[in-house]
């Protein structure tokens, strides 16, 4: 599986930004697709996710309300809608993936794509 990650950039805070990640390889029907970040100076952590087939969503309470994940069928494509940008969601955003339900965290990750970063200004 490869993940190819995309639309990263510098904004201001307040602004929004779309994240896409591109999957590729194998079939994804069973598979949890998300997203982390890690920020200068700090751990990689948990953004939010979405369940290939049914399309459930889960957040990090940092994000929720501000960040939709959603995905597309015909593009093999997850996308991070994030609006209302702070500062502290400066950091590389990595897309995820992980091939069996369940609670997705850095060790039950299966594949990673490289990051792409995103800089919030004030």
């Known amino acids: 599986v490869q993940l190819q990650a995309s639309g990263g950039g510098l904004v201001q805070a307040g602004a929004s930004l779309r994240l896409s990640c591109v999957a590729s390889?194998?079939?994804?029907?069973?598979?949890?697709m998300g997203w982390f970040r890690q920020g200068p100076g700090k751990e990689r952590e948990f953004v939010g996710s979405?369940?290939?087939?049914?399309?459930?969503?889960n957040y990090a309470s940092s994000v929720k309300g501000r960040f939709t994940i959603s995905r597309d069928y015909a593009k093999n494509t997850v996308y991070l809608q994030m609006n209302s940008l702070k500062d502290e969601d400066t950091a590389i955003y990595y897309c995820?993936?992980?091939?069996?339900?369940?609670?997705?965290?850095?060790?039950?990750?299966?594949?990673w794509g490289p990051g792409t970063q995103v800089t919030v200004s004030s």
């Open positions: 979405i369940t290939w087939s049914y399309g459930s969503t």
């Open positions: 390889g194998r079939t994804f029907s069973s598979y949890v």
């Open positions: 995820a993936a992980k091939e069996r339900v369940g609670t997705m965290t850095v060790r039950t990750v299966d594949y």
